[in-house]
């Protein structure tokens, strides 16, 4: 099972056609629940180590020359996305209550500091404002 996992998660991050939000100068993809994509269980911990392994390597690629990549990843387990060592993968810690629409997004990728110009950002605005 673990295989097949790495495998998918591989084959998502490496085609272009499977990300959220592309456009000619970024990709973007937003790993839901990440905790669930790891197996993560309290009780023990367990988690995988091979899709754990493989995110940390995919999450530091860097993206296609010209592009910008950027990966939105929500968890309800902070602390131990932190132990695995995978929260120093990303550059920016927001707490949101839900993610459920466009605006949500629109709202993160407005506390990243210096990612997107005034034309890139009114650009999403449009494309992400009636999402769901």
């Not at 506390?111 to 005034?118: A, L, R, W, Y």
Request: aromatic share 10%.
């Amino acid at each position: 099972m673990h295989i097949n996992q790495v495998y998918h998660v591989n084959k998502k991050l490496d085609n272009p056609k499977q990300f959220v939000f592309v456009c000619f100068w970024f990709l973007g993809v937003v790993v839901d629940e990440l905790e669930t994509l790891l197996e993560y269980a309290p009780v023990g911990p367990r988690y995988s180590n091979n899709v754990l392994q493989t995110l940390k390597l995919l999450f530091k690629r860097p993206p296609p020359k010209g592009r910008k990549l950027l990966i939105i990843a929500t968890t309800t387990y902070r602390d131990i996305l932190d132990q695995l060592g995978l929260l120093a993968s990303f550059s920016k810690v927001i707490h949101l209550s839900n993610m459920s629409s466009g605006q949500h997004i629109l709202h993160v990728l407005n506390e990243i500091e210096h990612c997107f110009n005034d034309e890139e950002m009114k650009y999403l605005e449009k494309k992400l404002h009636s999402k769901k």
